[in-house]
Structure formats: structure tokens, C-alpha cells
């Protein structure tokens, strides 16, 4: 359930002095998300939880430096996550991700055992294409298709320009489109990159 700004200032004003029902309440509204997009972003599923778990942390001790006029909640609390994110995959980079958990995508069904095999071919050259991203590309995408953020939200997420945050989508489609046959993208995924 998404609250309005003012009803997350509520909270947050709450959490500051001292409530842990409001620190609960943004736990249990945000955690989904931070998960998903740690997990899209490192490609693990216990690292992820551990990023997001990190992030949280950080984000309560830190609740009095949070500035609303400068960013939403959820901006501010996916920034601390992103540049936790950073830091993990500086250190190691796995290797695949799961398309389909990252952007709530779900293939049709197969009917067949030939369809069935096809389907997950093209869904392992998706998911090796997407592993060959950089992070900083892979990071746009997910934050543009994964979580349905702006470009504006993205580039402040990432620390750049807005024009730089839509560079790095259509770079990422671009790689995407190199990669993939665009047929089988729209087949499977009904995704268009053009």
C-alpha cells in the first residue's frame, strides 16, 4: 500500500521521535521494493537481502538527515541501497539474473515439450544478455522497467544527469538488441526496443 508524501512525513516525523510502530510501518512499506531492486541489481538473492537489510539500517540511524524537499522517501532510502549495491558488485559480480523475478515478467505458458524447451533458451539468452550489462546499465534498466521509476528519479538515484540516466537505458537496449534477436524479446516479453 503506497501512502502519500505527507502521510510518509507523518511517519517518518514519528519514527524520529522515537515510535518503532513507524519505523515498522516504512519497513513494511518499502522492503518489497528495496528488495527487488537489490536483487536486480546484484543478481543474488542473499546478498540482496543482505543490501536491503543494510540499507534499512543505515536509512533509520540516518532518519533525521532525511530532507523531503530534496528527495522523496523512497528515492533517498533506494539511493543508500544502490550505492550499498555498488559497493557489493565492485568486489564481485555474479554471474545471471532472473528477467522475469526483476521486471514481474511471466512467459506464457508452454503447451508443448518443444515450446517448453524453446521458451527456456530464449529465456537463458535473456538473462545471459542482461548478466553482460555493465552495472551502471543494468542499473537504469532495472530501475526504469523493474520499478517503473522516471528518468528524473533515476538520474537522481545514480548521481548524474537525466539525459545521462536516458543514455543509459537506450545504451542498455542498444547492447540488448545486439545480443537478441528483437522478435524473440517481443515474442516472450512483449518488451519493444526501438
Known sequence: MDSTPMQTGVTIA??????????????EQYAAGLYRLCYGLLLNRQDAEDVAQEAFVYAFKNLQRYDSSRAAFKTWLYTIAVSRCRNLYRRHRHPLLDLAQIFHLAAPCAETPEAAMAQRSAQDAVTRALGTLSPR?????VLRYGHGLTYREIADMMGCPQKTAESRVRL????LRDLLQPALLEELYSVEFS
Open 14 to 27: 514519528q519514527a524520529i521521535a522515537g515510535d518503532q510502530t513507524a519505523y515498522q510501518q516504512l519497513y
Open 137 to 141: 546499465l543494468r542499473e537504469a534498466l
Open 172 to 175: 542498455a537496449h542498444e547492447r
